[in-house]
């Protein structure tokens, strides 16, 4: 029941912008769009999520295509420790749980 | 202070013997859940609680058994295990939010059956 598509993976180097697309094509008004990160060994670690509008933090920014249908989460300066599988992931109301899918891998390359 | 965390790391074990993992999270949420990767790393729900009631429970086999004795704390016993039982269990909890909703995950527990 993957609602999202994404990249297997990509490669960067450090200090430079990544940019990683999802496709979600299939959106309802009412979803929101959340990225996980999993680092290596690690559990899942929420990175950002938005419905809309564009949305920053400290960790990364969430740049939503004015139809809804992509989305691109942006590592402004990728460092070493950002290697990790990003997944993005929509969440409708009503959805109990968050269904994660194949995600990117990330390498950044010193 | 860890959120959320899971004992015990790791867990090695014979096949059909009968084990525990526990988790704790100090987040003061409702909801708390169980996922397991497996080896080809997809994550995948096997049952959530919220404030102590059964509230996902997908297609997992009786062998599994999550506890929840208080929204603090959900464990989860597993029966005879099998070959196939082998992966990372994870922990999670969130507080109810709908769609906007954040996980917190534990570091996970890596399952070995022997």
């Known amino acids: 029941d993957a609602k999202t598509t994404q990249p297997n993976s990509m490669e960067s180097n450090e200090e430079e912008p990544v940019h990683l697309p999802c496709n979600h094509s299939?959106?309802?008004?009412?979803?929101?769009i959340h990225w996980y990160r999993q680092l290596p060994s690690q559990g899942p670690e929420y990175v950002i999520h938005?419905?809309?509008s564009n949305v920053n933090n400290r960790m990364a920014s969430l740049a939503i295509a004015e139809d809804r249908k992509s989305s691109t989460l942006i590592l402004h300066r990728a460092t070493l420790r950002d290697a990790a599988v990003y997944y993005c992931?929509?969440?409708?109301?009503?959805?109990?749980?968050?269904?994660f899918g194949a995600g990117t891998t990330v390498t950044v390359r010193a | 202070d860890t959120a959320v965390s899971q004992t015990p790391k790791y867990l090695v074990t014979q096949m059909g013997n009968d084990k525990s993992i526990k988790c704790e999270q100090n987040?003061?949420?409702?909801?708390m859940y169980w996922y397991k990767q497996d080896s080809k790393k997809f994550l995948k729900i096997m049952f959530s609680?919220?404030?102590?009631?059964?509230?996902i429970n997908e297609t997992v086999p009786n062998r599994f058994s999550p506890k929840s004795p208080d929204k603090a704390h959900l464990n989860l016993h597993i029966n005879s295990l099998e070959l196939g039982d082998s992966a990372v269990y994870f922990c999670?909890?969130?507080?109810?939010?709908?769609?906007?909703?954040?996980?917190?995950f534990g570091s996970g527990t890596q399952l070995s059956v022997l």
């Open positions: 938005g419905l809309t």
């Open positions: 299939t959106i309802s008004g009412t979803d929101y």
């Open positions: 992931i929509l969440r409708g109301v009503g959805d109990y749980k968050l269904s």
């Open positions: 987040l003061g949420h409702d909801t």
């Open positions: 999670a909890s969130s507080q109810p939010q709908g769609a906007s909703e954040k996980l917190f």
């Open positions: 609680y919220n404030n102590k009631e059964l509230i």
